[in-house]
């Protein structure tokens, strides 16, 4: 079994399709490791506001097809793959870190680019997995976070699934 981080996203329907893709996931890997859910702009694009979390498991799948069933819970979810790259969603799920893998493996970029460069990505990581090192820096993803430089807008949302209290909305 390797440990693999996800990360969600929806600007659609974003409690309806998030759910949806705990209930997938944890369907198909049983326990998840679920960050708070964050509330963020649309990054390289102008649209909706996204939702976004980063989800831990663990599995026995080969890069491949882990992708492949990801990409199965984006398509039952509504997914349309037939517009722009940076584009608004109901579902995006992609892979992360694959246990300490640092390189391409079957057209998937391990780690994910995006850790490093957007804000609803590394601090959800941060969060549940502050100790773990990122596979090519071997920087503790905590410290990334502290030293985060960028001007992202996040913050986080109330959100419950499957009766537990996943985030809550930080008071000011």
Request: glycine letters at 8%; one cysteine or more; a negative charge.
């Amino acid at each position: 079994m390797v440990s693999v981080y996800l990360s969600l996203g929806s600007n659609t329907e974003r409690e309806r399709y998030i759910r949806a893709a705990l209930d997938a996931l944890s369907a198909r890997f049983g326990e998840l490791l679920i960050s708070s859910v964050y509330e963020s702009e649309a990054v390289g694009f102008s649209g909706d506001n996204f939702y976004n979390l980063v989800v831990g498991i663990e599995t026995d799948l080969g890069v491949s097809e882990l992708s492949a069933c990801l990409k199965g819970i984006e398509d039952d979810n509504g997914r349309d793959r037939s517009g722009p790259r940076f584009s608004g969603r109901t579902l995006d799920i992609d892979i992360l870190t694959y246990g300490d893998l640092a390189e391409p493996v079957d057209g998937v970029q391990l780690p994910r680019d995006e850790i490093l460069h957007n804000a609803f990505v590394l601090r959800p990581l941060a969060e549940i997995a502050p100790e773990a090192c990122h596979p090519v820096l071997g920087t503790a993803y905590a410290a990334l976070w502290q030293a985060y430089d960028r001007s992202q807008r996040l913050w986080p949302i109330d959100f419950d699934w499957q009766g537990r209290c996943i985030s809550r909305a930080a008071q000011l």
